[in-house]
């Protein structure tokens, strides 16, 4: 009996058919102890030496050829190299690549041809529009001049579409109506519902609409206000805008007040130069020279404010009106404890040539410590061109303060040839006042010359 041994060293008898059977059971025993050693880390190239005595006939030979050749599926495999691995991904990934460019190439031709055929689209119907709204131009003149009654009424009964044309011309050309033409146009903007939504769209919350609205309103304001029953509707409801949150909206609001022209949409301009939503000075003071004399009652109420900068801008905006009614307020406000209403109401009658202040403003040039203040009552002096002023403004140009010595050498050329004389005396005789004269001189030489060489 010749000895072999199993993968542990012990003998194993060769019988026959008994040993083959052994021999493959060691096999297999082993094989599991391979796999065993793969499951702890340890990789399957190095357990594939045959244990001691196995193989040495034809059946332990083949036993060993068929458990060896399963050995190499039991674990992973060993890694490739990086080389490798690039080598078989480098063509997949090119591939995806091409295909990724192509579709960017195709999807950018799309948009490109989206946007050609939409541009194609819009011109051709810039170019119908264009021709419809030429057509129509002529039924829109028609009709501002407000004899045609027949051009009219087509305006009124056109479609939605065709009136959707022709509103930004029929709205720019009321903007420059007056009179029956401006009655006439808002006669059909009426008709048509546009002043109705515009009332309701100041309720809406988008501001663009509110504001939009309010431009509507604003067109049509010097006709509406004589409607007894959209008048005061369309006031209320802009009365109510000017304390919007979006200041765009309240500009709005203040320009159709304005272009309202009434007593009531003046004193609620007025009442919005402060607070928490104020309105801009600037766009209120526009506002209401544009209602002109309907706002005096308010600016006139305006100028006994407590707020300063209210006082001064009532008393500037009374003598850009000119409205001599305030006269009383102008005189009583060169009393005022503050430089700068007393520096407005001067300026205020001298824009409106008021003789009865004469008298007011001579005592104000010559006690009034304000530069400011004696600066405008000089100016206001020679505004009025009363000659009774040549001495105070003579003596107040050799003044030390620039602004009020400059006005008073100012005012001095506007009296004629006496105050023309009294520069020249300042010149020689007083040398404080030589500077201011001999300017105030020189500016009279160059504006004859001027003159001469023009005519």
């Known amino acids: 009996m010749r000895g072999y041994m199993d993968h542990e060293g012990t ?8 040993h083959v059977r052994d021999v493959c059971g060691a096999g297999c025993r082993w094989v599991g102890s391979c796999v065993a050693r793969q499951g702890q880390g340890r990789p399957h190239h190095a357990v594939r030496a045959a244990p ?20 190499p599926r039991l674990g992973p495999r060993p890694p490739r190299s990086r ?45 119908l529009q264009s021709q419809r709204v030429k057509e129509l131009r002529p039924l829109v003149l028609a009709s501002a ?41 808002t006669a059909v903007l009426v008709r048509r519902g546009l002043v109705d939504r515009a009332l309701e769209d100041l309720g809406r919350r988008g501001r663009v609409r ?38 765009t909206v309240r500009a709005a609001a203040v320009r159709a007040l304005g272009r309202f022209g009434d007593e009531a949409g003046a004193r609620a301009l007025l009442g919005h130069l402060s607070g928490r939503r104020q309105v801009a000075s600037g766009l209120v003071s526009h506002a209401l020279l544009r209602i002109a004399f309907p706002a005096v009652p308010g600016l006139l109420e305006a100028a006994r404010s407590d707020d300063l900068q209210i006082r001064a801008l009532a008393l ?22 503050q430089g700068v209403v007393r520096a407005s109401a001067a300026q205020a009658l001298g824009q409106m040539g008021e003789h009865s202040a004469v008298g007011p403003l001579l005592t104000m040039l010559s006690t009034d410590t304000s530069p400011r203040v004696a ?42 040839p006496q105050g023309e004389e009294t520069l020249r005396q300042l010149v020689r005789d007083e040398p404080t006042a030589e500077a201011h004269a001999s300017e105030a001189l020189a500016q009279l030489s160059l504006r004859r010359s001027a003159g001469r060489t023009t005519s």
């Open 375 to 416: 600066a405008a009552a000089a100016e206001a002096l020679g505004a009025i061109g009363d000659r009774r002023a040549i001495v105070s403004l003579a003596s107040a140009v050799g003044r030390p303060h620039f602004r009020s010595a400059h006005a008073a050498a100012q005012s001095l050329l506007r009296l004629g």
């Open 316 to 337: 500037e905006l009374l003598s850009l009106i000119g409205d001599r009614a305030a006269v009383p307020q102008l005189l009583e406000a060169l009393r005022d404890d």
């Open 52 to 71: 001691a005595g196995l193989g040495r006939t034809s059946g332990s030979r083949a036993a060993w050829s068929a458990v060896h050749g399963v050995l």
């Open 83 to 127: 080389a490798a691995a690039g080598r078989v991904g480098r063509p997949a990934m090119a591939f995806a690549v091409t295909v990724a460019l192509y579709a960017s190439l195709v999807l950018i031709l799309f948009c490109v041809l989206i946007l050609l055929v939409c541009r194609m689209v819009r011109n051709r119907l810039d170019r």
């Open 11 to 18: 003998p194993i008898a060769d019988t026959g058919a008994g």
């Open 210 to 247: 509110r504001a939009r609205a309010a431009g509507v309103l604003a067109l049509t304001g010097p006709t509406l206000r004589e409607d007894p029953v959209v008048g005061p509707r369309a006031r209320q409801a802009l009365e109510i805008l000017l304390d919007d949150a979006d200041p």
């Open 145 to 185: 001049v407000g004899e045609d009654d027949e051009a009219l009424e087509q305006l009124v009964q056109l479609d939605r579409r065709s009136w959707r044309m022709v509103e930004p011309s029929v709205l720019s050309l009321l903007s420059q109506m007056q009179g029956e033409a401006h009655e006439a146009l």
